[in-house]
């Protein structure tokens, strides 16, 4: 075997072994959390990334450290960055999913852009497609709008996760269509998020808890 060969098989190896070591610990924290989901404890950055935007007298810190990372790393406009991490950081509350995720299956569903549609027809942040959820359809909502487009799309991905047991590679594969190396790219935007935002490893892959009662 050429060297090339062999130096593609070890990074290919490599990267499975990480993807594996992250849905074996989604399944770990799914199985041991019995407690209500803490975002705002969780994305606090320590200080390596600085907030550029200046927060509103209404904006947590944490809404202005997601956004702050929006507008640094996939430069996003000011606004545009907090009304994506207000959107993020509430659906997440709501529906017990990791903003962090959300926030990687944004990037990789629309690159944070609420304008973009598919050629399929799938609109938004989390590329909502209408004909495969007639209830949008019939509600009349505007995909372009951060907050709708993100709480239907956890809504969505929460759905797909009961389904599959917390198993979030199955989850990911139902809300992409199967697409190739979807969950893959995920989950490289999973830690990039989770080193920009300081939470640790095993906060960032807590992807779904037991919601109470």
Known sequence: ??????????????????????FALCALSIMAANAAYASDEQLVPTGRITTSIES?????PQVANVAAVLWQQFRVARREA?????????????YAVSPVLLLAVIATES?????????????????????????????????????????????????YLDASGGDLGAALKRYSGGGKG????????????????????????????????
């Open 56 to 60: 509103a007298p209404s904006e947590s």
């Open 182 to 213: 979807y969950a893959q790219r995920v989950a490289f935007h999973m830690r990039q998020f989770s080193a920009s935002l300081h939470t640790p490893p095993e906060d960032a892959v807590k992807v779904a808890l037991v919601r109470s009662p």
């Open 82 to 94: 907090t009304l994506i991490a207000q959107a993020v950081l509430s659906a997440a509350n709501e």
């Open 1 to 22: 075997m050429h060297e090339n060969q062999v130096l593609a098989v070890r990074v290919l190896s490599g990267s499975k072994r990480w993807l594996r070591a992250i």
């Open 111 to 159: 690159g944070f852009d609420r304008q973009a549609v598919s050629v399929a027809g799938a609109e938004g942040l989390m590329q909502i497609l209408p004909t495969a959820h007639p209830q949008v359809l019939a509600s009349g909502k505007d995909l372009t709008e951060p907050a709708e487009n993100v709480r239907i799309g956890s809504s969505i991905l929460r759905e």
